[in-house]
C-alpha cells in the first residue's frame, strides 16, 4: 500500500526563519533518507516531537507536497507520475481543519466529494450515508459558521471519508481534545478499520498510540530513528511508552 524510499523534502529559509531558528543554512532539510513501507489495511503511527518531519511526511502523502529526492508508492502508483489519481483515493484530515463557513453542512461535503472525482449520481447515493454515520443528518441544512465546535470536528471527519479512500492521513485529529472529546476521532480509526483502509495516524500522544495502532515508526529531526509494531515497541521497556521514546531519541542524539 505505502512504499517509501530514500525521500528527501528541502525548505527554504528567509533571512528571519534562519534567525527564529537559529540556524545560518538558507535550507531546512525536513525529511532526510526515509524509507519505510506499510501493507494495506494497517494503522500505522508516525511518531514524532515537534519538527521532526510528521505534518511533512503526511502532506507528501497526500500529494500536497512534492519529494525533493527519492520515490513513494501509494496503492501501487508512483507519486511523481500519478499524483492526480491518488489524490482521488485518499482522505486528509487534521485538527483545526478549515471550512469554507458559508456553505451548508451538506453542501460542504457535496463539494469535497466532487474535489474527489465523485459524480452527482454517486454524491446522491454516498451523503446520506455519510450524515446519518457521523451524527450530521440532524444539521445537514445549517450554515457551518453556526454550528458548535464538536460538530465542526465529525464534519472533518465526514468530509475525509466522503469518497470512500482507500488511504487515509489524520495529522494530529485530537490535538487539543481530551479523551472524551476525542472520541470520534478514535471512531474514525475504527471505522476506516472495518472498511479496509490503510491509516496513517501522527502523533506526538504516546497513550493514543498504544490506544490504536498496529505499527509505528519514530522520526527525529527528519529522522526514521525506528520502525516496528506496537508490541515490539512497547517492550522497549520495562517502564512505559514515554519511556521507550525517551530511550530512543537519546540514542538519536548520541
Not at 525548505?11 to 525536513?30: H, R
Not at 470512500?164 to 495529522?171: F, H, I, V
Request: glycine share 6%; hydrophobic share 45%.
Amino acid at each position: 500500500m505505502i512504499k517509501v524510499e530514500h525521500l528527501f523534502k528541502f525548505f527554504s529559509l528567509s533571512s528571519a526563519q534562519q534567525k527564529e531558528l537559529g540556524i545560518k543554512t538558507k535550507e531546512l532539510s525536513a525529511l532526510t533518507d526515509l524509507s519505510f513501507s506499510c501493507s494495506a489495511g494497517k494503522i500505522l503511527m508516525v511518531l514524532g516531537s515537534k519538527n521532526s518531519g510528521k505534518s511533512t511526511l503526511l502532506g507528501i502523502l497526500a500529494t500536497i507536497l512534492k519529494p525533493d529526492k527519492g520515490n513513494v508508492q501509494l496503492m501501487g502508483l508512483d507519486l511523481n507520475t500519478h499524483a492526480a489519481e491518488i489524490r482521488k483515493h485518499v482522505g486528509f484530515f487534521s485538527a483545526n481543519q478549515p471550512f469554507f463557513e458559508y456553505l451548508t453542512v451538506a453542501e460542504q461535503l457535496e463539494y469535497s466529494a466532487g474535489l474527489k472525482g465523485m459524480t452527482g449520481g454517486m454524491i446522491s447515493d454516498r451523503l446520506p450515508v455519510i450524515l446519518e454515520k457521523w451524527h450530521l443528518a440532524a444539521i445537514k441544512n445549517k450554515r457551518i459558521s453556526s454550528i458548535s465546535a464538536a460538530e465542526k470536528l465529525l464534519l472533518g471527519i465526514a468530509q475525509s471519508v466522503v469518497h470512500n479512500p482507500r488511504l487515509l492521513l489524520l495529522d494530529e485529529p485530537a490535538l487539543g481534545l481530551d479523551l472524551f472529546s476525542a472520541k470520534p476521532v478514535f471512531e474514525l480509526v475504527d471505522y476506516a478499520k472495518k472498511d479496509g483502509m490503510t491509516v496513517v495516524y501522527a502523533t506526538n500522544n504516546l497513550s493514543k498510540t498504544e490506544l490504536i495502532g498496529d505499527e509505528l515508526i519514530v522520526l527525529h529531526q527528519g529522522r526514521l530513528i525506528h520502525h516496528s509494531s506496537i508490541v515490539d515497541f512497547r517492550n522497549l521497556s520495562e517502564d512505559s511508552l514515554s519511556a521507550a521514546f525517551l530511550s530512543l531519541l537519546h540514542k538519536a542524539q548520541i
